[in-house]
């Protein structure tokens, strides 16, 4: 079974820019979890999909950044414009099933470093 | 809100000596918890987790943690560092109850282990 796979692995961009982040969770699995790692912080949560609706956006940091999950497979993450701020490590991860009285795991990605210079 | 609390940034241990990292939460009800770890260049990778079954949790790779509600403390251990164990270990919760029906992990800011031969 093919694990949670991000695009691209590092992207480089100068601020204005615009960068899309690309996930593919784990076939079968209804939800997916963007988190952001900025240096020498804690990795954050950023928002939650279930399917392709947004079950939880709170930790989205602004307006410049859209999250789609058209279909419910594959999420998108677009940040624009980008700022120097937003450099750091992506992560997401995708669960089958969320509800902590089963058993729960999120399984995440490899993450895609940014880097907003 | 949750927090996370990883006493130590970087630990540094010799081969075959005793891993101790430490992970306390602030939180009045139990939460779920989570010991992550990622490799270089890798993704996160659950160690083991805690959902209000026993208190004593075995893990991957040998480890183990203990939840003790008295301390809220999770902290996680290893009888025997291996070279294989040089990684960054992330101590995360989930709250019991979620009111946003969002199961978001709160991460702590990952100790960094090194493993000296």
Redesign the interface.
């Known amino acids: 079974e093919a694990?949670?796979t991000q695009f691209p692995s590092h992207s480089v961009i100068e601020k204005g820019q615009t960068v899309t982040l690309r996930c593919d969770p784990i076939s079968g699995h209804d939800n997916l979890?963007w988190?952001r790692r900025v240096m020498g912080?804690?990795?954050?949560?950023l928002l939650?999909f279930v399917k392709e609706s947004k079950?939880?956006e709170?930790?989205m940091p602004n307006n410049r950044f859209l999250a789609e999950r058209t279909g419910g497979t594959y999420s998108t993450l677009k940040v624009q414009p980008a700022e120097l701020e937003d450099s750091g490590v992506y992560?997401c991860?995708s669960s089958q099933d969320?509800?902590?009285l089963r058993s729960?795991?999120?399984?995440?990605?490899?993450?895609t470093r940014l880097t907003v210079t | 809100a949750q927090s996370?609390t990883q006493l130590g940034s970087h630990v540094s241990v010799s081969e075959g000596a005793l891993v101790l990292l430490r992970c306390n939460y602030s939180s009045s009800v139990p939460p779920?918890l989570f010991w992550?770890v990622q490799y270089p260049?890798?993704?996160?990778?659950?160690l083991l987790?805690y959902?209000s079954a026993a208190t004593l949790v075995k893990g991957i790779n040998g480890f183990e943690a203990e939840f003790k509600k008295s301390e809220t403390s999770f902290h996680l251990t290893k009888p025997s560092a291996h070279m294989s164990d040089a990684a960054e270990y992330?101590c995360?919760v989930?709250p019991?109850y979620s009111g946003?029906?969002?199961?978001?992990?709160?991460?702590?800011?990952?100790t960094k282990l090194s493993v000296i031969p």
């Open positions: 694990g949670v979890y988190y912080k804690e990795i954050k949560f939650h079950q939880d709170s930790g992560f991860a969320q509800r902590p729960y795991e999120q399984y995440f990605g490899p993450g | 996370v779920y992550y260049n890798q993704g996160l990778q659950l987790k959902t992330f995360a989930i019991a946003a029906g969002s199961y978001q992990l709160t991460f702590g800011k990952g």
